[in-house]
């Protein structure tokens, strides 16, 4: 055989085991006589080759079959989508935690405003009023903190690949191997869906961690609160 150019797909296993020659030559090589083994499509909309394949099926009949992309990788898509829902879960216990930390946080504030709270009641401000204060406090460190998240998460994702490059080029270590992952780059993608839900998740917890503090502070006797001061 004469080689006659090489082509790059991104794609490390293929790269490393997939060339293209005359069918003929091919055919001559396997002792395959005139027989074709099989025959791939390539179609404008990669997410309709099921329902192509299923028509294939039908007007060919057996012996014939047809596989597309999703059947002859669904190990790898299923873990994948296994992958994206267990980081989902990770994601909303680290959110759990930040709220414990925003309840914890207003605790400390009721604590230290008790004075505060207490002169507020006794001019007239009602338990509403002060739920409200403190709830509003609570969101706006959590909108804060999750505005801050989502910018540094983008930030990361959009510039991923130079951020691993120069991390392999100061550690001398390679991070995603070609053998082990058969990429020869590393990619990503910034899906507005997911990024809406996390977003929106992490704020109605934030929303949630405030309630019982801000219902304590409410709930505050000025008597009480100004007896020890």
Same mark, same amino acid.
């Given at each position: 055989?004469?080689?006659?150019g @090489?082509?790059?797909?991104?794609? &490390?296993e293929?790269? %490393? +085991? #997939?060339?293209? *020659?005359?069918?003929?030559?091919?055919?001559?090589?396997?002792?395959?006589?005139?027989?074709?083994?099989?025959?791939?499509?390539k179609?404008?909309?990669?997410?309709?080759t099921?329902?192509?394949?299923?028509?294939?099926?039908?007007e060919?009949?057996?012996?014939?079959?047809?596989?597309?992309?999703?059947?002859?990788?669904?190990?790898?898509?299923f873990?994948?989508?296994?992958?994206?829902?267990?980081?989902?879960?990770?994601?909303?216990? @680290?959110v759990?935690?930040?709220? &414990?930390?925003?309840a %914890? +946080? #207003?605790?400390? *504030?009721?604590?230290?405003?008790?004075?505060?709270?207490?002169?507020?009641?006794?001019?007239?401000?009602?338990?509403?009023?002060?739920?409200?204060?403190?709830?509003?406090e609570?969101?706006i460190?959590?909108?804060?903190?999750?505005a801050?998240?989502?910018?540094?998460?983008?930030?990361?994702?959009?510039?991923?690949?130079?951020?691993?490059?120069?991390?392999?080029?100061?550690t001398?270590?390679?991070l995603?191997?070609?053998?082990?992952?058969?990429?020869?780059?590393?990619?990503?993608?910034?899906?507005?869906?997911?990024?809406?839900?996390?977003?929106?998740?992490?704020?109605l917890?934030?929303?949630?961690?405030?309630?019982?503090?801000?219902?304590?502070?409410?709930?505050?006797?000025?008597?009480?609160?100004?007896?020890?001061?």
């Amino acid at each position: 055989f004469k080689v006659a150019g @090489i082509f790059n797909t991104g794609m &490390f296993e293929y790269d %490393s +085991t #997939l060339a293209y *020659v005359s069918i003929t030559e091919a055919q001559h090589f396997l002792g395959l006589g005139d027989v074709v083994t099989g025959i791939q499509l390539k179609v404008r909309d990669v997410y309709k080759t099921g329902e192509l394949a299923r028509v294939v099926d039908r007007e060919l009949g057996s012996p014939y079959y047809a596989r597309d992309w999703m059947q002859m990788n669904k190990n790898i898509l299923f873990a994948l989508k296994t992958e994206k829902s267990v980081m989902f879960i990770i994601l909303t216990l @680290i959110v759990l935690v930040a709220a &414990f930390g925003i309840a %914890s +946080t #207003l605790f400390m *504030v009721v604590m230290e405003k008790t004075r505060d709270i207490a002169i507020l009641k006794s001019m007239g401000a009602t338990s509403r009023s002060i739920l409200r204060i403190f709830v509003f406090e609570g969101v706006i460190i959590g909108v804060l903190g999750t505005a801050i998240g989502v910018l540094s998460g983008l930030l990361i994702a959009l510039n991923l690949e130079s951020i691993v490059s120069v991390v392999q080029k100061v550690t001398g270590f390679e991070l995603f191997s070609k053998d082990i992952y058969y990429l020869d780059h590393f990619p990503s993608q910034v899906i507005p869906s997911d990024v809406v839900l996390i977003s929106v998740t992490a704020v109605l917890i934030s929303f949630a961690a405030t309630l019982y503090p801000s219902w304590a502070a409410s709930r505050m006797s000025p008597a009480e609160a100004l007896r020890y001061e």
